[in-house]
């Protein structure tokens, strides 16, 4: 383990960085933007691949103002530095230490920058925070969940960004979960905002920070929420909901709970927010698929007890992947057996907003889908996947309360996972008895992992407990107890066959008792006439009355429930807040069934208020004779007649109730109307009174005269002061009202105005003005309405004098706006002044940008200032990347540290020195340049900045190289002429004894070396002919020999044909001294031909065989090799490439066959 693991993490915020496509370019924005003080640790999570190394942390660590380093395994997370994943890895923290796994494959399924995230929350809680910059896909959305799920902070890059792809940003924009929405410029100075406002709140309490205060007035802020929203969160547990109320308030930057209680109150927008936060719904597809394995196979075992049905709700199914779960479950159960199923899967949720996305059906995100299912069960749409039209068919989602609002009935299975662990135990027992009541007999309750039903085994038993699925006890099933809602509850909204909201009140009311209390019930007016019933059992409820049809729902009852719903309508008319009656028994086909009544207004949709009543049926029991008090048998009849009689009764007192409180309002309204007639008589007393008061307010009157009388005196003294202020001011002012008249002006303005005294209440539009200048009603117009200061410069006709004119509100004492004040100060001097300057600048920039020297001015670090474009020709860049670098960057490493260090003390001491160096270009290429370096110091004597003069030297320093090489050349080409002419004469003279004959031959291979050397010398003529004929001139003293030359006619260029020909005058020069020439045994073959397509070569083979054996590659290069290396290299960019076999030396040349070596001819015509 490595020492740093064992080391204690550093406190301070962790954020992670998720980006993919596109990111690197963010990464640098971000840090650019990042001070180098933050005191925030930064882990950059990005799609690498996995088979190149990455240089995303060398391109970071040169612009970032903090470390960069790459992740390694153990290291521990310290503030103020940023750590790279490598490549080919899984990252995440532990303890504050990060860990660098290798991943598992499928690489497709790897989602690195969710596996952070979601570390990171479990790891520092709400000390994380988490940024999705620019990416294709939806990576980091889900990892992002879980950040919020912790307490810590969310952003996002803003989608219109131009550096990013907005892939990932969208999907994690869609999930709802981000709190902020930013260009990647922003971002840092929000961090450093949060950062200041966590330490505030730690400073301002112990360790818990807000958590303590908001745990104190938890009741006060539910209460505001339930008020606003009408959702109450009570019964939430208690750490759960201050854990989200303290993250919204350090969203806001928020110090105390009662600033929050505040803004909550007041901000129309906040409730909203925080009922959001506290419905954070962290859901995916399959969760937990043995799960879903264990589910599918009770639902197998329902459909194969006969079931041709089967109902499903989903509570608190947040944005639906739940239930479309549910459905390609069940769907594939079903196609599997062959045998049809009606299926209704009701998926409900508190959160409007999550049900509509619910509805539409369109996710960014199938994390859980496997590749075949989603291929199957889900279509394409835009970059997103949308469930099929079978699946969709299957499910109904509507906005429902699953703690408050009566539940669906007759259900086969209810799934509600990982939504009871956030409830305390006495709504965990209300929600359980809930299900209770809605389950079939035997019906099945799928829970999450974490969740038990140990406190209510009398409701259910385990069914399996791996998957975490109960069964329905049998037993009485009380209907539940929904507490009404403070405010009318929003009325839900159903999909399905009902498609989408209408107007039409009587629609709504039926979706509204559709989701509520499917399917009896049926919809009435105010007159109690039914305008819709919901078909199917509410028939057992209703016994016309012989006689003429009617509509009326009280002629058309059973009698046994009239005196209940008439008695409840009633209530719901008078108050407008539902009723429940509940016990009202009825006899139905010879049973007795008690029922709840449940009668309820709808809101008005414009149109007249319609009502619900519903029907709730508690149990069924068959009528069976019972004893009386005295032993006898009673009849069924009789019991029932009791049972009337008890709930009439009831009722009966209830009316009562009703009209004992009508009486006590009417004797309320007879002392009101007694009140307001004593209140009468007040008010003429005090009308007497009035007229007492008038007369006193007429002495004060008199007295207040006095007082402005005095101050009228004090007001004359004041407007002489400011009358004299105006005379001798040097600045023209003058004061207009709304209407442009003049209400005052100084001297100076009659410059400008031809003005006089007598001018004052003209509109200023009237008098001839000097002034360049149409807009000034506008203007003045502008700044009335906007109450801002107005800057214009303008000049006076054929003066050429400038003005600085500037209207601004005049305001009275009383902070009236009564008019404009307009200043106009004279300019002219700093014009002139600024002209001249423009013009130097323009002429200093003319003279330097057309410098053929370059022309640098750097600060004291070596930054660029100002380039001109000779030096960004040399340096191969525009100014603007210039800028952004400094000299030691351009400077090759090979020379870099000493023209560092003579940089850094000339800028210390302040002498100029001189420098040769290469500077290295953006393609990878170096130029020489040789630099004359001044320093300018400031006031102080401190560098301020260096100007530099560059000249470019490349030039130079390439023909002095090859003044070398030639010079080299020249000593070794002597040197090798010598040696052949003296291996000639001497293999002449073996095979020549007498001396003509010698003589003879001797002067032709003379002749020979001299033509070829003429050949190499002669760079100004224009063809040197074929290849072919350049290699027979070479060769041509060994003719007799065994040379086999063969290729195709190609015309080179005299520069090609030079170094071409230097080449193979080497080859024969080794050979005639060492090889297979030096031997008349020896054979030297000589091939070419041209290669390759569209990029052409010339390849040029030299074999040499039958000489002395070859003992192996010298152990030096001779310059003979080198100077062919060189002068094809360096030309031509050629490869030269030389073996030793022990046979012969062969030689292979491959150079690029362009139009600067030659071309190829046509071939000559054979002869037949």
Known sequence: MDEEENKPPAAGLIVGIGASAGGLEAFKVFFEHLSPDSGMAFVLVQHLSPDHESVLTDILGRGAPIPVVEARDGMRVDPNHVYVIPPDATLTIEAGHLRVLKPAPPRANRRPIDSFFASLAKDQGDNAVSIILSGVGSDGSAGLAAVKESGGLTIAQAEFDHHAMPGMPQSAVATGLVDYVLPVEEMAAKLIDYRDHLTRVANRKDGDGTRTDAAEHLATVLSVLRAKTGHDFAKYKIKTVTRRIQRRMQVLQTDSVPAYIKFLREDPGEPELLFRDLLIGVTEFFRDPEAFHGLSAAIAAILDGGAQSLRVWAPACSTGEEVYSLAITIREIIDARGTPVDVQIFGTDIDDKAIEIARTGRYLRTTGISPERLERWFYEDEGAFRPTRQIRGMCIFSVHNVTKDPPFSRLDIISCRNVMIYMDVDLQDRVLRTFHYALKSNGLLFLGLSEGISAHA??????????????????????????????????????????????????????????????????????????????????????????????????????????????????????????????????????????????????????????????????TAAVEPSRAADGSLRSPEAQVADEELRSARAQLH???????????????????????????????????????????????????????????????????????????????????????????????????????????????????????????????????????????????????ATFVMRIRPYRSIERVVDGVVITFIDVTERKDAERARGVSE?????????????????????????????????????????????????????????????????????????????????????????????????????????????????????????????????????????????????????????????????????????????????RGAGSVGTLRDLVDTELEPYQGRDLRIDGPPIALTPKAGLSVAMAIHELASNAAKYGSLSDPKGQLAVSWSVTGSPDRQLRLSWTESGGPPVPGAPARRGFGTTLIERSLGFEFDAEVLRSFPPGGVVCTIVLPFTSEVGELLPAAPTKD
């Open 842 to 1018: 323009r002429r200093f920039s003319a003279i330097v940008n057309q410098a053929t020297v370059g022309v640098a001015e750097t600060n004291a670090a070596g930054q660029f200032l100002l380039t001109n474009t000779a030096f960004e020709k040399m340096a191969g860049r525009s100014a603007g990347e210039l800028q952004r670098l400094r000299r030691q960057d351009l400077i090759n490493s090979d020379e870099a540290k000493e023209i560092t260090e003579r940089f850094n003390q000339a800028t210390g001491d302040g002498q100029p020195f001189e420098a040769e160096y290469r500077i290295r270009r953006v393609d990878g290429t170096t130029v020489w340049v040789h630099d004359s370096v001044t320093v300018l110091g400031d006031s102080d004597g401190h560098a301020s900045s260096v100007i530099s003069v560059t000249l470019g030297i490349d030039e130079r320093k390439r023909a002095e190289e090859r003044a070398a090489l030639l010079l080299g050349e020249l000593d070794h080409r002597v040197k090798n002429i010598l040696a052949i002419v003296s291996s000639i004469v001497a293999q002449t003279l073996k095979a020549n004894p007498s001396p003509e004959a010698f003589s003879e031959t001797i002067a032709g291979r003379i002749a020979a070396i001299t033509r070829a050397h003429s050949l190499l010398t002669n």
């Open 458 to 619: 009398q409701l259910f038993t385990l069914r399996d407990k791996a998957a975490h699925i109960f069964q329905r006890r049998d037993g009485d099933a009380a209907f539940p107890t929904m507490p009404m809602p403070s405010q009318a509850p929003a009325p839900n909204r159903l999909a399905g066959d009902l498609g989408r909201e209408s107007g039409d009140r009587i629609d709504r009311a039926v979706r509204i008792a559709l989701a509520r209390h499917s399917p009896v019930f049926l919809v009435v007016d105010r007159q109690s006439n039914i305008l819709r019933y919901s078909g199917g059992e509410v028939a057992r409820y209703l016994e016309p009355s012989a006689g003429v049809a009617s509509l009326s729902l009280l002629s058309n009852l059973r009698k046994n429930l009239r005196i209940a719903v008439r008695t409840a309508l009633q209530s719901v008319v008078q108050t407008g807040e539902g009723v429940v009656i509940d016990n009202v028994s009825v006899v139905v086909e010879g049973r007795q069934r008690m029922l709840n009544v449940i009668v309820e207004p709808v809101q008005n949709t414009g149109g007249e208020q319609v009502y619900v009543v519903a029907f709730q049926e508690i149990r």
């Open 654 to 800: 209830a009316t009562i109730g009703d009209l004992e409180t009508a009486n006590e309002e009417m004797k309320s309204s007879a002392e009101e109307y007694q009140s307001v007639n004593e209140e009468l008589q007040s008010t003429n007393e005090e009308l007497q009174t009035s007229k007492e008061e008038m007369q006193s307010i007429n002495e004060e009157l008199q007295t207040v005269n006095a007082e402005m009388m005095a101050k009228n005196d004090l007001l004359s003294i004041l407007n002489s002061d400011l009358q004299n202020l105006l005379d001798s001011t040097q600045i023209a002012t003058i004061f207009l009202d709304e209407n442009l008249r003049i209400k005052n002006f100084t001297p100076g303005m009659a410059d400008i105005f031809s003005l006089r005294e007598n001018d004052r209440g003209r509109p200023l539009t009237d008098i001839v003005s000097l002034l360049a200048y149409d807009d000034l009603r506008r203007d003045v117009a502008k700044v009335l309405r906007e109450l801002t200061v107005m800057e214009r410069e303008l000049e006076l006709h054929d003066r050429g």
